[in-house]
């Protein structure tokens, strides 16, 4: 057994621990808590400290890797005593980072491939949390019978978010995953969806499915697909089926598009990087605000906020229809020759921030149509001035990546904050312009 799985198995063991606090008190958990604490800064070598020591913990002769992550999991600990986080929460975050990482070091000693490596964290994780919620529940005596369902939602929600931040961060950065991971799982189990257990099934089923696709026709990276996946899932379970297909066809056709001429675009040195496969800095630019919609369309539907729930569905479809007509314009736009700065109409290289085309804004009218034509469909709170509106919204936005593209890109913003951007007005747009229309009816 090497060295990094006999360390994952005793910080999965350390995680265990937690469940002291729902057994027999804050108090006594906070005991535990401290005596790990004080052993991890009186060690500084031996046998013991090379058990517990990341690679860099040598430099100083301090289990810093071990310190901060105890101290992550007090946070989250004074959080379930003193706030309002479920101790489920607390419980199922820590084992499902603990064991999770437990999972990916026996996986790791098998095969180096990423997507199996990542499974293994996933499903080791998911199993731990749903282990520890459950085992909470029994101990606290709130154990419900349709809890189930709900626990798994949470345990898949933060094993996704997990793994998403330990491909992108060090592996000595757990400490800021497990936080991470709790405050998302505390917001969730705070909007308490209503979810069967086929109902999280079919959505897991066909998020991992379009993920993976995803993957393997290398329009995303690892990140991406993880980023997809998750954003798939909340938005399944808190919205519903037909807000799924909205951005699955964001992904989908603005995934394709990147491959479009591909070869050109990279002659002109304007291709994505890494095949076109998009990351997760590409997927959350252009989706969080939607993901913000889903979660306030969420609460004020839980009359967690006064607004009205569609608002949040216009703002969705108008971040959407954004984040589509500004993919479809760039990335057919950028395979014409002579395009025309946006702010002066000057041409421009191909490839320069801010230069526009007009076969790449036909495709971008194109894409918020799509984008409306869908809404119009699956959504009856969304009728024809509705849907005209989101096609409305996805130009302005469409146009203000442009502007912002030609002023403040390079500057002051990188690309993923200009997406951002551009999908907050389109969203805001789309919103104002419906809540106009409601007012002035």
């Not at 626990?151 to 330990?166: E, Q, T």
């Amino acid at each position: 057994m090497t060295a990094p799985v006999r360390r994952a198995g005793v910080f999965a063991v350390l995680c265990t621990l937690s469940l002291v606090v729902p057994l027999v008190g804050p108090r006594v958990g906070a005991a535990v808590a401290g005596s790990v604490l004080l052993g991890a800064y009186v060690v500084t070598g031996g046998p013991l400290f090379d058990l517990l020591a990341y690679p860099g913990d040598y430099e100083d002769a301090r289990l810093y890797g071990l310190i901060t992550f105890v101290l992550a999991g007090v946070a989250l600990g004074l959080m379930a005593t003193a706030a309002s986080m479920p101790q489920t929460v607390f419980v199922g975050t820590l084992l499902l980072v603990g064991y999770g990482n437990l999972g990916e070091q026996f996986v790791r000693l098998r095969t180096d491939d990423a997507v199996v490596r990542v499974t293994g964290f996933c499903l080791t994780g998911i199993a731990a949390a749903v282990a520890g919620q459950a085992a909470t529940h029994a101990l606290t005596d709130t154990a419900a019978p349709s809890a189930t369902p709900i626990l798994v939602f949470l345990a898949a929600s933060g094993a996704l978010l997990a793994a998403l931040l330990r491909d992108v961060l060090l592996r000595s950065d757990d400490p800021i995953v497990v936080l991470a991971v709790g405050l998302l799982l505390w917001l969730l189990a705070e909007l308490g969806p209503a979810v069967a257990t086929g109902e999280i099934a079919i959505a897991l089923a066909v998020t991992i499915a379009f993920g993976y696709a995803s993957y393997a026709l290398e329009t995303a990276s690892i990140a991406g697909m993880l980023t997809g996946v998750l954003l798939g899932l909340v938005t399944i379970v808190l919205g519903g089926y037909s807000w799924f297909a909205v951005l699955i066809s964001f992904f989908a056709i603005g995934g394709l598009s990147t491959k479009f001429r591909y070869d050109r675009k990279r002659t002109l040195g304007v291709a994505e990087d890494n095949n076109g496969a998009r990351g997760s800095g590409n997927v959350l630019g252009n989706a969080a605000v939607a993901l913000v919609a889903v979660l306030g369309y969420a609460a004020s539907d839980a009359e967690f906020l006064p607004h009205e729930p569609e608002l949040f569905l216009f703002a969705f479809a108008g971040s959407i229809a954004t984040a589509m007509s500004d993919t479809l314009s760039s990335e057919i736009g950028s395979v014409f020759e002579r395009p025309r700065l946006i702010t002066t109409l000057e041409p421009v290289d191909p490839g320069t921030d801010g230069g526009v085309t007009w076969q790449g804004e036909l495709a971008g009218i194109v894409g918020a149509t799509v984008v409306a034509g869908l809404s119009y469909g699956l959504f009856p709170a969304v009728e024809l001035v509705g849907a005209a509106v989101i096609v409305a919204a996805g130009i302005v936005g469409m146009t203000v990546d442009s502007l912002l593209g030609a002023t403040l890109e390079g500057s002051v913003l990188g690309n993923q904050g200009v997406n951002f951007l551009a999908t907050l007005s389109g969203a805001l747009v789309c919103a104002l312009l419906v809540l106009s229309f409601a007012v002035l009816g």
